[in-house]
């Protein structure tokens, strides 16, 4: 299990630092002064000249790359142009934000998703396994945005029952944030609804022609005990280990979901820092996720490893 | 020996086309997926000789009317017919969601045979590039291209395409791995074949399909993503209508003209669930094994 | 009833505890929709209109401005401008505290004057600079020793530069004194979420404090508008800035809205590519019939009716129509494409002539050109929309990339502000590279003119050329559109677009 681990963390060590490089590169390539950005209204070229030097826009792009590595190391991922916050502080206070949506999206998507796929499995080939199927595609198929401004439209602008946009600290008022963050986190969930339901259908199909759900059944106990206690204990494994994957694919989908409903989270702040040429907070969030991602697979691997007993013995 | 070899495999091929055809048949998910796609494949091929309005024509008298007989699906902001504009729409998101696949292919399966064949160092490199490029996520990077590239449909469709490669990569090299150990390969390397021909005859047809069907599921990827990039004003330019774009401004005039938000989302929805109906049902049809 | 009692007891006590009864004020949250996300809140430093309404609660400058633009005092009590236009003597306003208790006083005059000045990051030197020294004459009297005669120079002080920050504070933050500022205004600095709050407390020792009635006031970057108005129509925000002008109707018809307009001070039009750069070498840059063709082209009444449902003003000078620095013998020309058709034949463009313009990437700016690009379609001129993200337009144009520019200014109190900079020589927002003597004597005349007749005469003059040269061809000015729940009353509208909340008050 320790080999396993040690040797997976060390082939993500190169990955890590060819995507600090592919995230440094994107400042040399975006188009556009970040300072003339910044400046807008007011440009005075002195005052220009200074900040680049300030931020060290003028050194060699590779002295630039070294001295934001050895910072990033030290946990130092430099200032925000904008608002000058220091990156790292903006993204803890953005973090809880991202991590709420994407714990209560992924609620939404097992509570959708894993009974759809159970129960389509089960009824292979029936009219509920077919509907099941167009139902969860269309989960897919329905771009976010779009789902997300409907919402808004219905829900909020025309039948006036829940919150536009925002975000409420789970601390400041536990009811109004869970309000707030349930239309974001039901579009979201959806499309991952439809993932889960797919794995957990395929998952299960393996596992109910198995010997001992066969066995089993043979031994007379109710469909529901066999499909439930046997069947779907076995068939956990990939559901937890998807689980684990989907998180990363959580924080993409999350880029558009908060900038329809304004949710100050990581996808909102990595949108409009593309905009306003906010380098480091560009380079800092697309590193720490990208880190994530990677720190995911690893669980994922982990909890593969732990859950599967034939991979245990080895 | 490859003389014999070619037309047997070939009559394989045959029958097994033959299956395949009958199981996609069958499949009746798949024939939905099928004729969404053909008919918006179809109003895009057919938009400049329908009887419909032309998509640029403006009306300072008719802004934002509702649906009525004269506009199906009623006017735009500045007094455009929005059934024009949704069909004229329909060739930029297909075209986006058809050619950066292409590009996606086209850079990643040989990437892909590249590393899965050889392997050692080459594999190394273009898996750890392929794994970078993987952990950024999709849409950010899209994002980040497009800004990079400028806002215009062709690189919308060139940031999407690099944005999906290694996907394709991926997807190639663990295909590769199969059947690179498979015998006919063992015999036409050890019969000295030029290793481009085994590449091309042997390796490319078999890794194939299950590529063909990523490329299928990728295209509702694409189209959802060029969508994605329109709506923040990096696809498709005014006064060319794609939906992203007629949805990026339709947002602004929720209230007031909802038909606007309406046509496009709806059509996305439903060419996108053509597409994946599509790729599933190739999926299951490519499939050797029952389900 | 015998339960009610104590309840009401307790309430009472506690509004008594916490001094409301004896101010009168409510223990209320105004809560205000921004349509985007301040930048650093240090005036010094700060660039975007939001920061400048979050200002307006939280810093107190020297001087304020009047609905009418009048200069009126607010840290200072009263001034003087010597004979030769030289000095100004102030008169500073007693028992006036910063947020961190340092007093205000001359003293802490001369340093805001200096920071503004010297901080290495200012973006305030250009607007002092003919500021050449001050002199502490008394505790509450300061003298500012001036280069030469500076008409713009109160209404600067009016902005950012005449905004007054802790000496205390700024001294010891220096340059990051924008995460945590410590003014003078009626609120105090609470927090900052990026991209999510602003909040600010009331500050209990403020000198005008009877005039502040909310406890705290909190600001929130929404910007779609749809959204913003939704959450005004929800409740979840008191009141919000820049409604879209198609929203109005919605929002009036909302019993529960009340709407609050006034002309901006700014404009929106398209700027040509004089002389910078080899761009500059077209057709458009090197003939000015060319220019003008366009601008006849174009029905700019029907333009603000279709784009903005004619909320907002037609214009073609940079001051509004309703503006006194209007010049009223150019006004808003009347669509004439036979004028147009006839000007590009005589530049020898009888046949059509194609137009390049460069667009910000967002609705607004892109609905508007495209009913530009149709209307100026039927005087022969087949206009290109390039759009490009607000980023890279910027940088074009500064390097001369574009041969034409949508892009506008969001306004400043002293006219000044709204035309030198654009079309004087070497001007600092000159990105056209527009350079014409007479313009320039005109509207350097203007700068130092002894009184506003003069300064009139200045700008009609620099406006004589303007209009037959064409630089710029202005198309609209915006009209700031406030929504506001009708539980607020004492809303005053100013076209500088800022919200003050003296004498702003909540009934349930």
Same mark, same amino acid.
């Given at each position: 299990?320790?080999?396993?681990?040690?040797?997976?963390?060390?082939?993500?060590?190169?990955?890590?630092?060819?995507?600090?490089?592919?995230?440094?590169?994107?400042?040399?390539?975006?188009?556009?002064?970040?300072?003339?950005?910044?400046?807008?209204?007011?440009?005075?070229?002195?005052?220009?000249?200074?900040?680049?030097?300030?931020?060290?826009?003028?050194?060699?792009?590779? #002295?630039?790359?070294?001295?934001?590595?050895?910072?990033?190391?030290?946990?130092?991922?430099?200032?925000?142009?904008?608002?000058?916050?220091?990156?790292?502080?903006?993204?803890?206070?953005?973090?809880?934000?991202?991590?709420?949506?994407?714990?209560?999206?992924?609620?939404?998507?097992?509570?959708?998703?894993?009974?759809?796929?159970?129960?389509?499995?089960?009824?292979?080939?029936?009219?509920?396994?077919?509907?099941?199927?167009?139902?969860?595609?269309?989960?897919?198929?329905?771009?976010?945005?779009?789902?997300?401004?409907?919402?808004?439209?219905?829900?909020?602008?025309?039948?006036?029952?829940?919150?536009?946009?925002?975000?409420?600290?789970?601390?400041?008022?536990?009811?109004?944030?869970?309000?707030?963050?349930?239309?974001?986190?039901?579009?979201?969930?959806?499309?991952?609804?439809?993932?889960?339901?797919?794995?957990?259908?395929?998952?299960?199909?393996?596992?109910?022609?198995?010997?001992?759900?066969?066995?089993?059944?043979?031994?007379?106990?109710?469909?529901?005990?066999?499909?439930?206690?046997?069947?779907?204990?076995?068939?956990?494994?990939?559901?937890?280990?998807?689980?684990?994957?989907?998180?990363?694919?959580?924080?993409?989908?999350?880029?558009?979901?908060?900038?329809?409903?304004?949710?100050?989270?990581?996808?909102?702040?990595?949108?409009?820092? #593309?905009?306003?040429?906010?380098?480091?907070?560009?380079?800092?969030?697309?590193?720490?996720?990208?880190?994530?991602?990677?720190?995911?697979?690893?669980?994922?691997?982990?909890?593969?490893?732990?859950?599967?007993?034939?991979?245990?013995?080895? | 020996?490859?003389?014999?070899?070619?037309?047997?495999?070939?009559?394989?091929?045959?029958?097994?086309?033959?299956?395949?055809?009958?199981?996609?048949?069958?499949?009746?998910?798949?024939?939905?997926?099928?004729?969404?796609?053909?008919?918006?494949?179809?109003?895009?091929?057919?938009?400049?000789?329908?009887?419909?309005?032309?998509?640029?024509?403006?009306?300072?008298?008719?802004?934002?009317?509702?649906?009525?007989?004269?506009?199906?699906?009623?006017?735009?902001?500045?007094?455009?017919?929005?059934?024009?504009?949704?069909?004229?729409?329909?060739?930029?998101?297909?075209?986006?969601?058809?050619?950066?696949?292409?590009?996606?292919?086209?850079?990643?399966?040989?990437?892909?045979?590249?590393?899965?064949?050889?392997?050692?160092?080459?594999?190394?490199? %273009?898996?750890?590039?392929?794994?970078?490029?993987?952990?950024?996520?999709?849409? %950010?990077?899209?994002?980040?291209?497009?800004?990079?590239?400028?806002?215009?449909?062709?690189?919308?469709?060139?940031?999407?395409?690099?944005?999906?490669?290694?996907?394709?990569?991926?997807?190639?090299?663990?295909?590769?791995?199969?059947?690179?150990?498979?015998?006919?390969?063992?015999?036409?390397?050890?019969?000295?074949?030029?290793?481009?021909?085994?590449?091309?005859?042997?390796?490319?047809?078999?890794?194939?399909?299950?590529?063909?069907?990523?490329?299928?599921?990728?295209?509702?990827?694409?189209? %959802?993503?060029?969508?994605?990039?329109?709506?923040?004003?990096?696809?498709?330019?005014?006064?060319?209508?794609?939906?992203?774009?007629?949805?990026?401004?339709?947002?602004?005039?929720?209230?007031?003209?909802?038909?606007?938000?309406?046509?496009?989302?709806?059509?996305?929805?439903?060419?996108?669930?053509?597409?994946?109906?599509?790729?599933?049902?190739?999926?299951?049809?490519?499939?050797?094994?029952?389900? | 009833?015998?339960?009610?009692?104590?309840?009401?007891?307790?309430?009472?006590?506690? =509004?008594?505890?916490?001094?409301?009864?004896?101010?009168?004020?409510?223990?209320?949250?105004?809560?205000?929709?921004?349509?985007?996300?301040?930048?650093?809140?240090?005036?010094?430093?700060?660039?975007?209109?939001?920061?400048?309404?979050?200002?307006?609660?939280?810093?107190?400058?020297?001087?304020?401005?009047?609905?009418?633009? $009048?200069?009126?005092?607010?840290?200072?009590?009263?001034?003087?401008?010597?004979?030769?236009?030289?000095?100004?003597?102030?008169?500073?306003?007693?028992?006036?505290?910063?947020?961190?208790?340092?007093?205000?006083?001359? $003293?802490?005059?001369?340093?805001?004057?200096?920071?503004?000045?010297?901080?290495? $990051?200012?973006?305030?030197?250009?607007?002092?600079?003919?500021?050449?020294?001050? /002199?502490?004459?008394?505790?509450? /009297?300061?003298?500012?020793?001036?280069?030469?005669?500076?008409?713009?120079?109160?209404?600067?002080? =009016?902005?950012?530069?005449?905004?007054?920050?802790?000496?205390?504070?700024?001294?010891?933050?220096?340059?990051?004194?924008?995460?945590?500022?410590?003014?003078?205004?009626?609120?105090?600095?609470?927090?900052?979420?990026?991209?999510?709050?602003?909040?600010?407390?009331?500050?209990?020792?403020?000198?005008?404090?009877?005039?502040?009635?909310?406890?705290?006031?909190?600001?929130?970057?929404?910007?779609?508008?749809?959204?913003?108005?939704?959450?005004?129509?929800?409740?979840?925000?008191?009141?919000?800035?820049?409604?879209?002008?198609?929203?109005?109707?919605?929002?009036?018809?909302?019993?529960?809205?009340?709407?609050?307009?006034?002309?901006?001070?700014?404009?929106?039009?398209?700027?040509?590519?004089?002389?910078?750069?080899?761009?500059?070498?077209?057709?458009?840059?090197?003939?000015?019939?060319?220019?003008?063709?366009?601008?006849?082209?174009?029905?700019?009444?029907?333009?603000?009716?279709?784009?903005?449902?004619?909320?907002?003003?037609?214009?073609?000078?940079?001051?509004?129509?309703?503006?006194?620095?209007?010049?009223?013998?150019?006004?808003?020309?009347?669509?004439?494409?036979?004028?147009?058709?006839?000007?590009?034949? $005589?530049?020898?463009?009888?046949?059509?002539?194609?137009?390049?313009?460069?667009?910000?990437?967002?609705?607004?700016?892109?609905?508007?050109?495209?009913?530009?690009?149709?209307?100026?379609?039927?005087?022969?001129?087949?206009?290109?929309?390039?759009?490009?993200?607000?980023?890279?337009?910027?940088?074009?144009?500064?390097?001369?990339?574009?041969?034409?520019?949508?892009?506008?200014?969001?306004?400043?109190?002293?006219?000044?502000?709204?035309?030198?900079?654009?079309?004087?020589?070497?001007?600092?927002?000159?990105?056209?590279?527009?350079?014409?003597?007479?313009?320039?004597?005109?509207?350097?005349?203007?700068?130092?003119?002894?009184?506003?007749?003069?300064?009139?005469?200045?700008?009609?003059?620099?406006?004589?050329?303007?209009?037959?040269?064409?630089?710029?061809?202005?198309?609209?000015?915006?009209?700031?559109?406030?929504?506001?729940?009708?539980?607020?009353?004492?809303?005053?509208?100013?076209?500088?677009?800022?919200?003050?909340?003296?004498?702003?008050?909540?009934?349930?």
């Amino acid at each position: 299990m320790l080999l396993f681990l040690t040797r997976r963390i060390l082939i993500a060590l190169p990955t890590i630092i060819l995507i600090s490089i592919f995230v440094f590169a994107l400042q040399k390539l975006l188009p556009g002064d970040p300072l003339l950005v910044l400046a807008g209204e007011e440009r005075d070229p002195a005052v220009l000249e200074l900040l680049r030097e300030k931020y060290r826009l003028n050194d060699p792009i590779v #002295v630039q790359y070294f001295t934001w590595v050895s910072n990033a190391l030290q946990g130092d991922l430099g200032i925000s142009l904008r608002t000058n916050q220091p990156v790292t502080e903006l993204m803890l206070q953005k973090l809880p934000v991202t991590l709420q949506l994407a714990a209560m999206s992924m609620i939404f998507a097992l509570v959708i998703g894993v009974p759809a796929g159970i129960l389509s499995a089960y009824k292979k080939g029936s009219l509920t396994d077919y509907i099941a199927n167009v139902v969860a595609l269309s989960g897919l198929s329905i771009p976010n945005f779009w789902l997300g401004i409907m919402l808004i439209l219905l829900v909020s602008v025309k039948w006036q029952l829940l919150p536009a946009s925002g975000y409420v600290p789970l601390s400041e008022d536990f009811l109004q944030s869970i309000r707030t963050m349930l239309m974001p986190s039901f579009v979201l969930g959806t499309a991952l609804a439809a993932t889960m339901m797919r794995h957990t259908r395929s998952a299960m199909l393996g596992v109910l022609s198995a010997d001992y759900v066969r066995t089993a059944r043979a031994k007379g106990l109710t469909e529901r005990r066999v499909v439930l206690k046997h069947a779907f204990r076995n068939a956990l494994t990939p559901i937890v280990t998807l689980t684990a994957l989907l998180f990363g694919e959580l924080v993409a989908g999350a880029v558009l979901t908060e900038q329809i409903f304004t949710i100050p989270g990581f996808g909102k702040m990595v949108v409009d820092a #593309v905009f306003n040429r906010d380098y480091a907070v560009v380079q800092g969030i697309v590193l720490v996720t990208a880190v994530g991602f990677i720190f995911m697979n690893l669980v994922a691997d982990a909890l593969y490893f732990i859950l599967n007993p034939r991979l245990r013995g080895q | 020996m490859t003389e014999t070899t070619a037309p047997m495999m070939q009559e394989q091929l045959g029958k097994a086309e033959n299956r395949v055809w009958k199981k996609f048949r069958s499949h009746r998910s798949a024939l939905l997926g099928g004729i969404l796609v053909s008919f918006f494949v179809l109003i895009a091929v057919l938009a400049p000789i329908l009887p419909i309005p032309d998509p640029a024509t403006t009306s300072w008298s008719a802004v934002r009317k509702a649906p009525s007989m004269a506009h199906w699906m009623g006017t735009d902001e500045i007094g455009r017919d929005v059934m024009a504009r949704l069909i004229w729409g329909a060739q930029a998101s297909l075209l986006a969601g058809v050619v950066s696949v292409g590009i996606a292919m086209c850079l990643g399966v040989p990437l892909g045979i590249l590393a899965g064949y050889f392997g050692g160092w080459t594999d190394a490199i %273009i898996s750890r590039c392929t794994e970078a490029l993987l952990a950024a996520p999709f849409l %950010i990077l899209a994002i980040a291209l497009a800004a990079f590239l400028g806002p215009s449909l062709t690189n919308a469709m060139i940031a999407i395409g690099i944005s999906a490669t290694p996907i394709f990569i991926r997807l190639t090299r663990g295909q590769v791995l199969n059947v690179r150990s498979e015998d006919y390969v063992d015999s036409a390397r050890a019969i000295g074949l030029p290793t481009p021909k085994i590449l091309r005859r042997y390796i490319l047809p078999n890794v194939l399909p299950p590529i063909l069907v990523q490329a299928t599921l990728t295209i509702a990827t694409a189209i %959802i993503a060029e969508a994605s990039l329109s709506f923040l004003g990096l696809g498709q330019q005014a006064p060319a209508p794609s939906w992203g774009s007629m949805l990026n401004t339709a947002k602004n005039f929720l209230n007031q003209a909802p038909w606007m938000a309406m046509w496009p989302g709806i059509s996305i929805f439903l060419v996108v669930l053509g597409f994946n109906l599509l790729g599933d049902g190739l999926r299951d049809a490519l499939d050797p094994r029952e389900h | 009833m015998t339960l009610l009692k104590p309840t009401l007891m307790a309430a009472l006590l506690s =509004a008594t505890a916490l001094g409301l009864a004896a101010t009168g004020a409510s223990a209320k949250d105004l809560r205000i929709g921004l349509q985007s996300d301040a930048d650093v809140l240090d005036p010094d430093q700060s660039r975007t209109f939001v920061g400048r309404i979050v200002y307006a609660s939280l810093c107190d400058k020297l001087v304020d401005i009047t609905p009418d633009l $009048e200069i009126i005092p607010q840290l200072a009590t009263a001034w003087q401008l010597s004979d030769d236009g030289k000095t100004i003597t102030m008169q500073l306003r007693e028992g006036v505290m910063f947020h961190d208790g340092t007093p205000f006083n001359a $003293e802490a005059v001369a340093a805001n004057i200096e920071r503004s000045k010297t901080l290495d $990051e200012s973006r305030r030197k250009s607007e002092l600079a003919s500021v050449t020294s001050t /002199e502490v004459t008394g505790d509450y /009297e300061i003298k500012l020793h001036l280069a030469g005669p500076d008409a713009t120079l109160m209404a600067q002080l =009016a902005d950012r530069a005449g905004m007054m920050l802790s000496p205390t504070a700024a001294a010891e933050a220096g340059a990051d004194f924008g995460l945590n500022p410590v003014c003078s205004g009626p609120f105090r600095f609470e927090e900052r979420v990026a991209q999510d709050k602003i909040v600010l407390k009331r500050f209990a020792d403020y000198w005008n404090a009877d005039a502040i009635s909310f406890d705290s006031v909190t600001f929130l970057p929404i910007p779609d508008t749809t959204v913003r108005l939704a959450n005004l129509q929800s409740g979840d925000i008191d009141m919000l800035e820049r409604l879209a002008a198609t929203d109005l109707a919605q929002a009036k018809a909302d019993a529960s809205i009340t709407v609050a307009d006034a002309v901006s001070l700014g404009y929106q039009g398209i700027t040509f590519n004089i002389g910078n750069g080899d761009k500059s070498d077209n057709p458009w840059g090197n003939d000015k019939r060319l220019r003008q063709a366009l601008s006849y082209a174009i029905d700019r009444a029907a333009l603000n009716q279709v784009v903005f449902e004619g909320a907002f003003a037609a214009g073609n000078q940079p001051f509004p129509p309703t503006s006194p620095w209007y010049d009223t013998d150019h006004p808003v020309p009347a669509r004439d494409v036979a004028k147009a058709k006839e000007l590009l034949a $005589e530049a020898g463009y009888a046949d059509g002539i194609e137009l390049e313009v460069q667009v910000p990437n967002t609705t607004v700016p892109l609905q508007l050109m495209q009913v530009v690009q149709a209307m100026v379609a039927e005087a022969g001129i087949n206009l290109k929309i390039v759009s490009k993200e607000f980023a890279t337009l910027l940088a074009d144009q500064s390097a001369g990339d574009f041969t034409a520019s949508q892009i506008g200014w969001s306004g400043r109190v002293d006219p000044d502000g709204n035309i030198h900079g654009f079309v004087t020589t070497g001007g600092g927002l000159n990105d056209a590279n527009f350079s014409n003597a007479d313009v320039d004597a005109a509207l350097n005349a203007a700068r130092v003119a002894p009184d506003l007749e003069a300064r009139k005469a200045s700008y009609d003059a620099a406006r004589d050329v303007l209009i037959d040269e064409s630089p710029l061809v202005y198309l609209y000015h915006q009209t700031w559109i406030w929504a506001l729940s009708d539980k607020i009353e004492g809303f005053t509208p100013y076209p500088d677009g800022m919200i003050r909340l003296e004498g702003v008050t909540w009934s349930e």
